[in-house]
């Protein structure tokens, strides 16, 4: 247990290195992945319904991700060929929320000796001591983790939110802003606050063009959403 829970990896660490074996062969990561936006994420088991869900959405939107810089890799406690049996069945008999016939061609990892997922703190005793809970790491090119999030065994994740949270991290990076609760691509931003409290007076009273001040603090502007989307993975 005390081995189990140890490691977590937390925002602002860099990725912690590994190689594994996976469905498109063996990975060295991040080293593999430099230079793009990398989603790894969790899923407990193969064969299982909620897991099946996502992989539906996870294969649909691979090409959404990727055309936002980000490639996906998976991760179960399980072995390459269970992981090519449960994609292939997925291909030829699943269908949900009217997806059909999918090829899911990103990187599956078979995690036996749980070696990563301990590593990367996705084996949450109190869920399971022998299968991954839902994490999902956001990794830059850098290799620096930007986001994680955890949902239990019997949720599935917001797919919606997992692309808001890339597409986010990428428009805080491109533009120098601090995005506000529940943002969205076109939405306001939080403009740059000065570093002093001068600077932040001056601000107020002499906002930037397009910049609206309520107080000292809290200062927004535009940011259209064509100019998120043209940034997007850059
Ligand atoms: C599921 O994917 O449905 C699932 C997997 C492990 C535990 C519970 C549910």
């Known amino acids: 247990m005390e081995n189990q829970t140890a490691a977590m990896p937390r925002i602002g660490d860099p990725a912690p290195a590994f190689e594994a074996a996976t469905t498109q062969g063996k990975i060295d990561f991040p080293a593999d992945f430099k230079g793009k ?17 996502e992989f539906m959405l996870f294969g649909k939107m691979e090409d959404e991700f990727a055309a936002l810089g980000c490639r996906l890799v998976g991760l179960s406690v399980g072995t ?61 090119p850098r290799g620096i983790i930007r986001a994680i999030l955890y949902y239990p065994l019997v949720l599935g994740r917001d797919f919606a ?5 890339l597409i986010g991290l990428q428009t805080i990076d491109a ?28 601000r107020m009273e002499r906002p930037a063009e397009g910049v609206r001040c ?9 940011l259209p959403e064509e100019e998120v989307m043209s940034r997007g993975g850059k």
């Not at 703190?121 to 809970?133: K, L, N, R």
């Not at 939110?161 to 949270?165: F, L, T």
């Open 80 to 140: 390459v060929s269970s992981h090519i049996a449960w994609l292939r069945a997925i291909r030829e008999k699943i269908e949900y929320k009217g997806i059909r016939n999918l090829d899911i061609r990103f990187p599956l990892i078979a995690d036996m000796t749980m070696e990563v997922a301990k590593k990367y703190g996705m084996i949450h005793p109190g869920e399971s001591d022998t299968a991954a809970v839902r994490a999902v790491f956001f990794i830059d």
């Open 37 to 53: 936006w990398v989603i790894l994420f969790s899923h407990p088991s193969d064969f299982t319904p909620v897991c099946t869900s």
């Open 161 to 165: 939110e997992i692309k808001r949270i």
């Open 175 to 202: 533009f120098g802003v601090a995005l506000p609760a529940d943002w969205r691509p076109g939405d306001d931003v939080i403009a740059p606050a000065g570093s002093t409290k001068s600077a932040a007076d001056e």
């Open 214 to 222: 309520y107080d000292w603090y809290f200062c927004t502007k535009p």
